[in-house]
């Protein structure tokens, strides 16, 4: 019998990739389509797909504005996370005693109430873009600075014996061992960071209301609701989710280039 | 056997009553008395945990001596030009740094000591050659196979001339054919350079091939039982490890080993 090279070398197919989730998808928009006419259920408690797929079409001028001013928030606040927890993350590292006196208070960012805190940021920081932007800066930094941490933690320390050996600087081994060799923990800390960034923004701008003179989706989720424009409020949610998605993407194609640079795993 | 990185008189290495204890309290090395000649090969064997590995920390300033004294000459006198260590370092894996190709591996060493970037590269690219791995300086460590790393390690100990050269079990993880290559290999290095070497191996025959001189251990804490030449010929081809003389002197590092392998035995 004759054997092609697939059969000893199987290869992924695109559609293999592709096709569950897509189909997934169809499957479930169709049952809640059908749900939602069948068992007659109100358009301000579950819109049907449909319905949503009109908001999205007919307010897309206004949708589109929204998201482009909750990214601009959430890109304002992950970039404070990356540089802010990525350089905590560092001075944690420096010693033990620093790490004792100073992660609980990193700690805190994590556990603490955004919601609750929010009002406190627009007295700070005044409503708008600022306001918006720490909101996401304090709901993403932990996991950076965690697994920056981590990260420089786990380096390699036969290596690090190595550099002691060669009378390395302290600079000479955070620049050409211990960054290099945390990057890999760094990235996971930037992709986690990347989504909750998004859901930071938003939470920020139930509060802070509007940003620059511009509604976010926070604020056009609140009208919605108020409106009970349910298949607006699920438009604008479909888009916080993609705004989220399409930064964490960003991200991860960013830090992928680089890890295969330091030929670290992806 | 001349004496590069220091006086002949003066020992490289000189242990008196030697000790170190761990910061729980574990007395891991006691009253280890030493003294190893410039140009020497000494191969230092011993049960599991003795202490072998911490004995080569101490002597490379990793550790710190808890007891006793410990003089290292060759750690003084100066290494390759512009470099300030004297000693080279080959753990049990070949820790190179992966996002670094072979050439940029071995010439690290010299980076952190401020060699400028072209003679780091010609010095390293001269041990690259001297560990036969010419054809693969332009290649990354994911790249080359198990020997081929630990080679890559050896050449990074070199490049800045040690007149000490601290091997812990580097070829432990190497099938027996190629540690016994690598083994060949380390001691042409060696006659060629004349570098005081202190090597580690759990491995008789490995000790006895490539050693002058054999240290066995006695279980923790470690003291030396038993130090005594290899008496063989200078140059020894691989088929040497089928000769008689050979045998008998695997059988007495054997034999002390297995007398001192219990706490029993172990010496007071």
Redesign the interface.
């Given at each position: 019998m004759k054997r092609s090279n697939d059969m000893t070398r199987p290869k992924t197919r695109p559609y293999s990739l592709v096709g569950p989730p897509v189909a997934t998808f169809v499957v479930i928009v169709m049952a809640w389509e059908l749900a939602v006419r069948v068992l007659d259920i109100p358009r301000f408690l579950v819109p049907p797909p449909s319905a949503v797929l009109s908001a999205l079409i007919n307010d897309l001028a206004t949708l589109a504005g929204s998201t482009m001013t909750t990214a601009r928030g959430a890109l304002f606040g992950f970039f404070l996370s990356s540089i802010i927890g990525t350089c905590s993350g560092l001075v944690l590292s420096l010693s033990k005693t620093l790490e004792r006196g100073l992660y609980p208070y990193a700690l805190f960012l994590q556990t603490v109430p955004i919601v609750a805190v929010a009002p406190l940021l627009v007295l700070w920081f005044g409503p708008g873009l600022r306001a918006v932007a720490v909101s996401a800066f304090i709901v993403s930094v932990f996991p950076v600075i965690a697994n920056t941490l981590s990260g420089l933690r786990g380096v390699?320390p036969?290596?690090k014996?190595?550099?002691?050996?060669?009378?390395?600087s302290r600079i000479?081994t955070l620049f050409?061992?211990d960054l290099?060799f945390a990057l890999p923990s760094i990235a996971t800390g930037l992709r986690v960071a990347s989504g909750l960034a998004v859901i930071g923004a938003i939470v920020g701008e139930f509060v802070a209301g509007f940003s620059e003179g511009r509604a976010g989706l926070g604020i056009t989720v609140l009208a919605a609701y108020r409106q009970l424009r349910t298949d607006l409020l699920f438009a604008a949610v479909i888009l916080a989710s993609l705004l989220g998605l399409a930064l964490f993407v960003a991200v991860n194609t960013a830090s992928a280039l680089v890890l295969r640079?330091?030929?670290?795993p992806v | 056997m001349s004496s590069p990185g220091g006086d002949a008189a003066v020992p490289c290495v000189r242990a008196r009553g030697l000790g170190h204890v761990f910061g729980d309290g574990t007395v891991a090395l006691d009253g280890i008395d030493l003294e190893i000649e410039h140009g020497a090969f000494v191969a230092l064997l011993g049960p599991s945990g003795c202490g072998k590995s911490t004995l080569l920390r101490l002597i490379s300033g990793l550790e710190t001596v808890s007891r006793g004294s410990l003089a290292v000459e060759c750690a003084h006198a100066r290494a390759g030009e512009g470099v300030s260590t004297g000693i080279g370092f080959v753990f049990q894996d070949a820790h190179l740094l992966p996002w670094r190709t072979v050439l940029e591996n071995v010439a690290l060493p010299l980076e952190l000591c401020d060699v400028p970037r072209e003679q780091a590269e010609q010095r390293a690219l001269k041990c690259i050659a001297d560990v036969e791995l010419g054809d693969a300086a332009r290649r990354f460590p994911d790249e080359l196979s198990g020997g081929m790393r630990m080679r890559v390690s050896i050449a990074r100990a070199l490049v800045t001339e040690p007149p000490l050269l601290l091997l812990d079990e580097p070829f432990a993880a190497l099938d027996e054919l190629t540690r016994q290559r690598l083994d060949e290999r380390l001691r042409d290095l060696w006659k060629r350079r004349k570098t005081t070497v202190l090597f580690v191996t759990h491995s008789l025959s490995e000790a006895v091939f490539l050693a002058e001189r054999a240290i066995v251990m006695s279980r923790r804490p470690g003291r030396i039982v038993l130090d005594r030449p290899i008496d063989l010929p200078f140059e020894r081809a691989g088929g040497i490890r089928t000769d008689v003389a050979f045998a008998r002197q695997t059988a007495v590092l054997y034999e002390a080993l297995e007398r001192y392998d219990s706490p029993e035995n172990a010496p007071v």
């Open positions: 390699d036969r290596l014996d190595l550099f002691r050996l060669y009378g390395a000479d050409r061992l290099p640079r330091f030929r670290a | -």
